[in-house]
T-cell receptor, first 113, second 111 residues
Framework: DTEVTQTPKHLVMGMTNKKSLKCEQH?????MYWYKQKAKKPPELMFV???????INESVPSRFSPECPNSSLLNLHLHALQPEDSALYLCASSHAIQGEGYTFGSGTRLTVV | RKEVEQDPGPFNVPEGATVAFNCTYS??????FFWYRQDCRKEPKLLMSVYSSGNEDGRFTAQLNRASQYISLLIRDSKLSDSATYLC????????????FGSGTKLNVKP
């Protein structure tokens, strides 16, 4: 299995909703990442987990809450989002060593209304 | 100053042409380097890693110049299917890879 699977593929939520994005990989990768990508912009790093511990939080607002329940799963909990949070949310994973390229999931396209 | 700078293009080239993209990075401690390809509304996909000695994969050649903090990608014999955005990536980190993405260079290969 060489894939990173993200669900759902599309999500529309209101500003008062609570939702979660899910990411799963079975490649034995011990580093997992959340990125946000707006149209015609490069991906922006949000969070890095290494060995199931949060290693980097790029000053992301608390309305985004990551969780790494085990080495294969990564969640992103969403609450009280704003319309400007609408974007493509990409999960990625890699071996926890320097020099490894990421494998990206196909993303969740989020629209906040 | 941005960590990684790329010419956004677009580069409009005919099929069969050779095209080169360049990228500069600002952090001399950057450890690993990659080119990713991203098609419209899709996720980025790893095209190739970039090694100090330069490396080739079919029609694609990547070069790294650490002294000048410069990375390049050469595409020979361009195909219509090469049309995409090419993202230059540099990486830092120990037990993970913190990627810094360039803004991407758009390539349009025309018949």
């Amino acid at each position: 299995d060489t894939e990173v699977t993200q669900t759902p593929k599309h999500l529309v939520m209101g500003m008062t909703n609570k939702k979660s994005l899910k990411c799963e990989q079975h490649m034995g990768h011990r580093a997992m990442y959340w990125y946000k990508q707006k149209a015609k912009k490069p991906p922006e790093l949000m969070f890095v987990y290494s060995y199931e511990k949060l290693s980097i939080n790029e000053s992301v607002p608390s309305r985004f809450s990551p969780e790494c329940p085990n080495s294969s799963l990564l969640n992103l909990h969403l609450h009280a989002l704003q319309p400007e949070d609408s974007a493509l949310y990409l999960c990625a994973s890699s071996h926890a060593i320097q020099g490894e390229g990421y494998t990206f999931g196909s993303g969740t396209r989020l629209t906040v209304v | 100053r941005k960590e990684v700078e790329q010419d956004p293009g677009p580069f409009n080239v005919p099929e069969g042409a050779t095209v080169a993209f360049n990228c500069t990075y600002s952090n001399s401690a950057s450890q690993s380097f990659f080119w990713y390809r991203q098609d419209c509304r899709k996720e980025p996909k790893l095209l190739m890693s970039v090694y100090s000695s330069g490396n080739e994969d079919g029609r694609f050649t990547a070069q790294l110049n650490r002294a000048s903090q410069y990375i390049s990608l050469l595409i020979r014999d361009s195909k219509l299917s090469d049309s995409a955005t090419y993202l230059c990536v540099v990486s830092l980190g120990v037990n993970f890879n913190k990627f810094y993405f360039g803004s991407g260079t758009k390539l349009n290969v025309k018949p």
